[in-house]
């Protein structure tokens, strides 16, 4: 039975051997998913799809929880129970994206700050109540230029990172844990030195901020990107050095007191993101627990074996299980590329 104070269901979404996943696609996204494998994106469509992930059998072995969509916390298996009780009874913590997504940043182009502050309180108190016991918020940090000037500016990382430690704090009051997650995208030309440098003044902002918002750093999930060079850098650096550069980051710039760091995939393959993880957990003991909550790097082979096709529901599972196994299995530091054929 996990305890309900803060610090408890932090330390159970972060339980060694399991990470979480992130099923919390917006409504938009799940389409844009959808269309990739040539599936209509009705609410039927979604909840089966849901249904599948969420009772892939032995999944709670290594996911500790789930991150839900407003739609998702609502419904429920075919046989009528509720997707929140049915993971709660897997001893799987249920939770629930409450952004309302990334905006454009007025004055600063190509920059965007993350929405959905107004009525927030509100929103958690029924969420609550609905079983969510933690929350996710997603600020997006962009790396590049925009009319010469580079970016992030020193206005948009603190612009998110306000945002994010004042969601963070009424999360807190609400007895919800908050997953706070500034991701610096991967997309653009950028090297993995100019990742790290941007991820260290991410983080330097986040923290200041929870710190000004009198935020329990023992009662949060930190969700950041890997130190990793840009999708369409000429030389992009290897697993090894992602992993060093993404530790030594993580330990020049996150307290001793946040309980553990949840990696997002951002992007990366399947395969990629199990790899890194493996890499920093094989680098030895951390100060806070290393794992993942990962959204398309779990997903993304169990929708292409799903296909939207009944007949494909446990081969979509086993997709699922395997990865779920496999991170689980890195997050302990003990994956090997070789279990990839297994
Ligand atoms: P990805 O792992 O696909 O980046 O998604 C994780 C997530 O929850 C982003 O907010």
Redesign the pocket.
């Known amino acids: 039975m996990i305890g309900q104070d803060l610090a408890s269901i932090a330390q159970a979404m972060v339980a060694p051997g399991k990470g979480i996943l992130?099923a919390?696609e917006s409504s938009p996204t799940i389409k844009k998913r959808f269309d990739a494998i040539g599936t209509e994106s009705t609410e039927e469509n979604r909840r089966t799809y849901r249904e599948m992930l969420f009772t892939t059998p032995a999944m709670a072995n290594y996911i500790s929880g789930v991150?839900l969509f407003d739609e998702t916390i609502r419904q429920s298996c075919a046989d009528g129970t509720p997707f929140v009780k049915f993971l709660g009874d897997l001893g799987v913590v249920p939770g629930i994206?409450v952004d309302k997504g990334a905006k454009p940043l007025a004055g600063f182009p190509g920059e965007t700050v993350t929405e959905g502050l107004d009525g927030l309180r509100e929103r958690l108190e029924e969420y609550y109540s609905l079983g969510a016991r933690f929350s996710?918020w997603?600020a997006v940090i962009t790396i590049g230029d925009a009319m010469g000037d580079a970016i992030p500016s020193d206005f948009c990382l603190r612009a998110n990172a306000h945002a994010l430690a004042r969601y963070a704090a009424l999360c807190q009051e609400a007895k919800i844990v908050p997953?706070v997650?500034p991701?610096v995208l991967m997309d653009g030309g950028h090297t993995l030195e100019r990742c790290e440098i941007v991820t260290a003044a991410a983080l330097d902002a986040l923290f200041e901020q929870l710190e000004a918002h009198r935020v329990d750093l023992t009662g949060i999930v930190l969700?950041p990107?890997m130190v990793i060079s840009g999708t369409e850098c000429a030389d992009r650096a290897g697993v090894q050095e992602v992993a060093e550069a993404t530790v030594r980051c993580l330990k020049a710039h996150v307290p001793e007191a946040v309980p553990g760091i949840a990696?997002?995939?951002?992007?990366?393959s399947a395969e990629e993101?199990t790899a890194h993880l493996g890499a920093m957990n094989a680098l030895g003991k951390h100060p806070w627990q290393l794992t993942?909550?990962?959204?398309?790097?779990?997903?993304a082979p169990a929708l292409s074996a799903w296909k939207g096709d009944p007949a494909n529901f446990e081969a979509g599972q086993k997709a699922l299980f395997k990865r779920a196994k496999l991170n689980g299995l890195a997050r302990q530091g003990e994956y090997s590329p070789s279990l990839e054929a297994a």
Request: net charge positive.
């Open positions: 992130a919390d991150i994206k996710k997603r997953i997650e991701e969700k990107n990696f997002l995939s951002g992007g990366q993101a993942f909550s990962y959204g398309r790097a779990l997903q």
